[in-house]
């Protein structure tokens, strides 16, 4: 069994993957180019150079493990006329994004940039129309094991919680659990409507023009899922005309976001550059995830954790 890296890890992670499975040859960050990839049964990867071209090549390929959790930029179609077994890391990234999450609300209730620009001018002025976060609401899109561990954070700080998903399916840490088909009737009384969706045909779009419309004018929409939940000139329309209080954005349609984009000017709008899952651990828990699968694998099992539908794109 050959198992092949695409990206890099620190020494003591490689030595550690080798020392618990001898069994197994591994090969250490190589690239789609490289003759490995043509006898690896497994590539573990971010998923961003898999493409047709290295399916073509990787003849061997059984399994690819992803480590992160989109994975709609992959060839999906191709990969499942392979029969070939995807999984991803889904849910590693609840801590760090619920703790970004939570961070950009505090900073806004509690004003904290308007605090950061009175000091850089050194001025003295307590008038800073603070809000408290308690009793507010948030309605928070994709309620799994981001949105849940959103939900957690919020509901400690008295914030009634309602997930909105495919199904509407109750979740955890949601007060109420809503179909998309009723977003547009309850989101109305979101103080809070964060978005931590992933990208699939079900959610490109979802948001529209009556979406924002209908949001409160004290409301603050974050989007940590995917760009193409809406389409950006909706939103820019939306905080040039103060239909909505404050958007925090750390995900966009184009990325990097274009320096000519409108949303990097307005005064209404945070602009976090893709950063809200990083985290020192990042692969530390994603080997976790692998580990675990990888002894299933070596059994003969294939109810992998984190199994990718590849109908559904997650």
Not at 230 to 253: C, G, Q, T
Not at 281 to 291: D, M, P, W
Request: proline share 4%; aromatic share 6%; with cysteine.
């Amino acid at each position: 069994m050959e198992v092949l890296f695409t990206f890099d890890m620190k020494k003591h992670q490689e030595q550690g993957l080798v020392m618990k499975f001898p069994e197994v040859t591994f090969q250490f960050n190589k690239k789609p180019e490289d003759i490995e990839i043509q006898t690896a049964s497994i590539i573990v990867t971010y998923g961003g150079d898999v493409d047709v071209a290295l399916l073509d090549k990787a003849k061997a390929l059984e399994w690819i493990m992803v480590a992160s959790a989109g994975v709609e930029k992959m060839p999906l179609a191709e990969i499942a006329e392979r029969n070939i077994v995807m999984s991803n890391v889904r849910g590693i990234h609840k801590t760090p994004m619920a703790e970004s999450v939570l961070a950009h609300i505090l900073s806004l209730q509690r004003s904290l940039p308007l605090i950061d620009e009175r000091q850089r001018s050194k001025e003295w002025n307590r008038k800073v129309g603070s809000i408290e976060l308690k009793g507010s609401t948030a309605l928070i899109l994709g309620p799994g094991a981001i949105g849940s561990e959103i939900g957690r954070l919020l509901q400690a700080f008295g914030v009634t919680t309602i997930g909105c998903n495919r199904s509407g399916r109750a979740s955890e840490s949601m007060d109420e659990t809503i179909k998309f088909e009723a977003l547009i009737e309850r989101v109305g009384i979101a103080d809070f409507v964060i978005s931590v969706l992933p990208s699939t045909p079900e959610t490109k779009g979802l948001l529209t023009e009556g979406h924002f419309k209908a949001m409160k004018d004290n409301a603050v929409f974050m989007n940590f899922g995917r760009g193409d939940l809406f389409a950006e000139p909706i939103l820019i329309d939306a905080l040039k005309s103060n239909e909505i209080r404050h958007a925090v954005l750390d995900v966009f349609e184009t990325e990097p976001l274009p320096a000519d984009n409108e949303l990097w000017l307005l005064a209404n709008c945070t602009i976090s550059p893709h950063v809200s899952s990083l985290s020192g651990k990042y692969v530390e828990r994603a080997l976790t995830i692998f580990e675990e699968n990888l002894g299933k694998w070596q059994q003969g099992e294939r109810d992998l954790l984190n199994l990718i539908d590849m109908e559904l794109g997650y």
